[in-house]
């Protein structure tokens, strides 16, 4: 017995729809991830100016536990060998970067702020907020959720290695 932690490989998905679902959500996060991260500095600003925080040093907090979330969910939806308490923290990381973004969304089209850069691709790529982005969010909280149910950190069964 080691009283050190052991990874375990991931459960087999419960279909190949699932395996597609999960790669094209960690594709998101990736794309999500590196573009924030290439222009880390002036996200922050961003997220200032959506009007979610009253300071700076929230909207510093918030930003980067956008982009560590982002980071985390991608060995989840990858089925990388990890510990079963790390999938759940992969998993739950995804599953609360995707509401983050989705309050984000909703606030930012619910006020009234004249918003240039609505912050998903962070300050590298400036893109106009709008209902497309509660909808956008929406169709990734719904593969978030289909890959959690396909891949579920603590299946138990013949299926499973």
């Known amino acids: 017995m080691s009283i050190f932690v052991q990874s375990t490989p991931a ?4 279909s190949e729809n699932v395996k597609l679902v999960s790669i094209g ?10 573009a924030q991260l290439y222009s880390y500095e002036d996200f922050p600003s961003v997220i200032t ?3 979610l925080h009253d300071g700076r040093p929230l909207s510093d907090l918030y930003a980067a536990l956008l982009v560590t979330g982002e980071v985390l969910a991608i060995p989840f939806l990858l089925s990388m060998r990890l510990s079963r308490a790390m999938r759940f ?3 739950t990381a995804g599953w609360l970067v995707i509401i983050a973004w989705l309050k984000t969304a909703v606030i930012v089209n619910v006020t009234a702020n004249a918003v240039t850069n609505s912050g998903v691709l962070g300050a590298t790529i400036p893109i106009v907020p709008g209902w497309w982005m509660v909808c956008f969010f929406m169709v990734l909280a719904l593969m978030s959720a289909w890959a959690s149910w396909g891949m579920w950190p603590a299946a138990v069964g013949k299926n499973n290695t």
């Open 25 to 34: 959500l960690a594709g998101v996060f990736v794309v999500l991830a590196v």
């Open 49 to 51: 100016s959506l009007g």
């Open 11 to 14: 459960p087999r998905p419960k």
């Open 89 to 91: 923290v992969s998993m």
